[in-house]
């Protein structure tokens, strides 16, 4: 069954720290990559996403993300997080050939320390 | 326009009650979805109705039933709630069943089942 791995679930940085956040997913074929953020006591809102072309997409609030096929992989980075960033930010995975289901990884909380 | 919007937010029920979560959209969108968020485990698919008359089950069905009211409402039904359907659960929306369709999240219920 496809699967969708985040390895980090706690990670607690200092403002002006760099970030990455790890996705890996286990489907083969052709895939559509999102990553979602939920602030505390908020909703899932959209950070970003990648559907084809250059591999490497940028989303709001100074987040980026690379599609790298051969690894399987869609991290999450930031130069440069604030104290805003503190969240839980969850991986997705939408298979081409299964509609429009998507798949999350566990999610990965973020503590960023003012 | 509102979104996403779902009732009730807080919910505390006992071994055996039944419940009714409500969610409802106004984004002319066509397909719609149940999710349950636990911790450590990302969130899972419950149901989905890809337009107005139609329901599939999702990922982890068995405990639930829905319906799609009408194309704006989509309603999820707990018969005989148990302790392991304590988790924050999730509307969302998109336009379309497909794999290029963003999904809109609703600000989730909290249920706690005694």
């Known amino acids: 069954a496809q699967s969708v791995s985040q390895h980090n679930h706690h990670v607690i940085l200092s403002e002006a720290a760099s970030l990455e956040l790890g996705c890996n997913y286990s489907?083969?074929?052709?895939?559509?990559l999102f990553w979602y953020v939920q602030y505390p006591g908020q909703h899932l809102q959209l950070l970003l996403k990648y559907f084809s072309g250059d591999p490497l997409v940028k989303g709001i609030k100074g987040f980026e993300a690379e599609f790298i096929k051969s690894k399987f992989s869609f991290n999450l980075r930031k130069p440069s997080v604030q104290w805003s960033d503190t969240a839980e930010y969850f991986c997705?995975?939408?298979?081409?050939?299964?509609?429009?289901?998507?798949?999350f990884g566990q999610g990965t909380e973020l503590s960023v320390k003012p | 326009n509102a979104g996403v919007t779902q009732t009730p937010k807080f919910q505390v029920l006992k071994t055996g009650q039944s419940m009714t979560l409500q969610c409802a959209q106004d984004m002319n969108h066509n397909s719609m979805y149940w999710y349950r968020q636990d911790p450590g485990m990302g969130l899972r698919l419950i149901y989905y109705?890809?337009?107005?008359?139609?329901?599939d089950k999702g990922e982890v069905p068995n405990g639930y039933n829905v319906s799609r009211l009408n194309k704006r409402e989509f309603s999820l039904r707990l018969e005989s709630a148990a302790p392991s359907q304590t988790s924050v659960y999730f509307c969302?929306?998109?336009?379309?069943?497909?794999?290029?369709?963003?999904?809109?999240f609703g600000p989730g219920t909290r249920l706690t089942v005694l």
């Open positions: 997705a995975v939408n298979v081409n050939n299964q509609g429009g289901k998507l798949i």
């Open positions: 109705s890809a337009s107005e008359g139609t329901t």
């Open positions: 489907y083969g074929g052709t895939v559509n």
């Open positions: 969302a929306s998109s336009e379309q069943l497909g794999s290029y369709n963003e999904q809109f």
